[in-house]
């Protein structure tokens, strides 16, 4: 459901659920790679193996398969940084992108991958980059747009990489998860509103002043003259006339009578 109604500011609160929530995941992946070296087993058939039936399970496990630290380390930092920044500003958004680029940049690869096992979650960094960075173009808020600018800053490269580069990189997980991030960017850009800027010291300042300043006016100015009532409306007073002044004489009224 689209709403366009404001939230509230980002506060320090939600950046710190959306890092641990980052943390866990790749907590997880580490996890898995603990177990893989204690138990001796190989866990790459867990991957992906394009056009091939047994290789579709790889879809919904291969991005939690490394083939070693080192490819395990460089897909550990861009996933903490991308997924803190996806949850901390599209709180609601950022769900079903995650799950829709886990599943549908690992059937992109099923279908163009080349025929081997592919491994690691290299996929869901790039469709996170991409995801976040489009809606900073679709969108066009202040947070929306400084997000894109940090991941371009930090992640920029991984444009380069959905294209073939090296042998043993699949260039396939990139495009097919960089494709799915910005089909989520369109889906779900409406779905977190924009949150509602801290407003500036100096208007604060200024609606201050100007509320003291007719608080000061209410307390010592006199009454304006709409709520002066005019002399000959007042209700007479209950002690009588003190000087009457003689009625103007039309011209149809008899002369007065004198003693």
């Known amino acids: 459901m689209d709403t366009t109604a404001a939230i509230p500011p980002r506060d320090t609160p939600q950046l710190k659920r959306a890092a641990w929530f980052a943390l866990a995941f790749v907590a997880v992946l580490w996890l898995v790679k603990l177990v893989e070296l204690a138990s001796g087993l190989d866990l790459t058939d867990f991957g992906v193996r394009p056009l091939e039936s047994y290789g579709l399970l790889g879809i919904l496990t291969s991005p939690l398969v490394h083939a070693s630290f080192e490819h395990l380390i460089m897909n550990s930092v861009p996933l903490l940084v991308l997924l803190t920044l996806a949850r ?4 609601s958004g950022s769900w079903r992108a995650f799950i829709f680029i886990w599943l ?18 290299s996929g869901v960094t790039h469709g996170l980059m991409f995801y976040l960075f489009v809606l900073g173009l679709l969108r066009r808020d202040r947070y929306a747009i400084a997000v894109a600018m940090i991941v ?32 989520a960017a369109f889906l779900w850009r409406r779905r977190d509103p924009p949150a509602v800027l801290p407003r500036p010291s ?31 409306h007042r209700v007479p007073d209950e002690r009588g006339v003190i000087l009457e002044f003689p009625r103007r004489r039309h011209d149809d009224e008899p002369p007065p009578t004198l003693h």
């Open 88 to 91: 901390f500003n599209y709180p």
């Open 104 to 121: 549908v940049g690992g059937l992109g690869l099923w279908l163009i991958g080349r025929p081997s096992w592919h491994i690691g979650a």
């Open 152 to 183: 371009f800053f930090l992640y920029g490269g991984m444009v380069v990489t959905v294209l073939p580069r090296e042998a043993h990189v699949s260039w396939e997980a990139h495009l097919s998860g960089a494709l799915a991030g910005t089909i």
């Open 202 to 232: 100096w208007e604060l300042e200024e609606e201050a002043a100007a509320a003291a300043k007719e608080a000061d006016a209410a307390t010592y100015e006199l009454p304006r003259p709409a709520q002066v009532p005019v002399l000959w």
